[in-house]
């Protein structure tokens, strides 16, 4: 499969052939849903949590005595009968939900889902993204917040055939000037390549990339 190659004015100088060793698979939408299950799982964070009678403080002493008061009889304000006691029943944060699938299965995932967008043209390539290409003024490279690199971005982004939706950009490397130039636009966000997996890439409808990650995705996932 042939897939064409843009340059950052959005015009075609190209084309690359893609390896069918990654997008040449038949999609299983079994296995893919299996794997963006557990990646979601393994992702999720347990944040609510309840203290039972033996976390809440206070509670020492008994309320009152036994017998002889008339009254029912307790043994700790801390129980969960009494308002400010522990809670019976209440969600615990040591609650596992945590998936093990094997990476082989992961990686097949993985190779559907990147077959499936370049047979949709879901996936447009870039001949090169680097910081220091769309770079115009360099007095803003001594700043913290580029922001003519952000608005330079934007500008490549609108000018390719994916600015009708959501991008995932997979860059070859840890590009800080680029992740941070991204970060402030909207549906976009950077993955290095990698770190690709079916769950991002089913979050995004278009998967923007310079050509130079395909041979990055070879010699990582590809044994």
Request: glycine content about 8%.
């Amino acid at each position: 499969m042939k897939v064409p190659v843009y340059n950052q004015k959005g015009k075609e100088e190209g084309s690359v052939l893609l390896p069918k060793e990654i997008f040449g698979f038949k999609v299983n939408h079994n296995l893919i849903h299996q794997v963006a299950l557990s990646q979601m799982a393994n992702r999720r964070r347990v944040i609510a949590h309840t203290k039972d009678r033996s976390e809440v403080r206070g509670g020492g002493k008994k309320p009152w005595r036994q017998k002889g008061t008339g009254r029912a009889r307790h043994g700790s304000i801390r129980s969960p009968l009494w308002r400010g006691g522990g809670v019976t029943f209440g969600p615990r944060k040591e609650k596992v939900f945590k998936q093990v699938i094997p990476r082989k299965i992961r990686r097949k995932a993985l190779f559907m889902v990147l077959s499936e967008k370049a047979k949709n043209n879901l996936l447009v390539l870039l001949g090169s993204l680097e910081a220091r290409d769309i770079q115009r003024d360099k007095e803003l490279e001594k700043g913290k917040v580029n922001l003519g690199l952000t608005k330079n971005l934007f500008e490549i982004l609108r000018n390719l055939p994916c600015k009708d939706g959501s991008v995932l950009l997979a860059l070859p490397k840890n590009d800080k000037k680029i992740i941070l130039a991204a970060r402030n636009i909207p549906k976009l966000k950077t993955i290095q390549a990698k770190d690709l997996n079916a769950l991002d890439l089913l979050s995004f409808k278009y998967l923007l990339m310079p050509k130079e990650v395909i041979k990055v995705v070879k010699e990582h996932f590809l044994d």
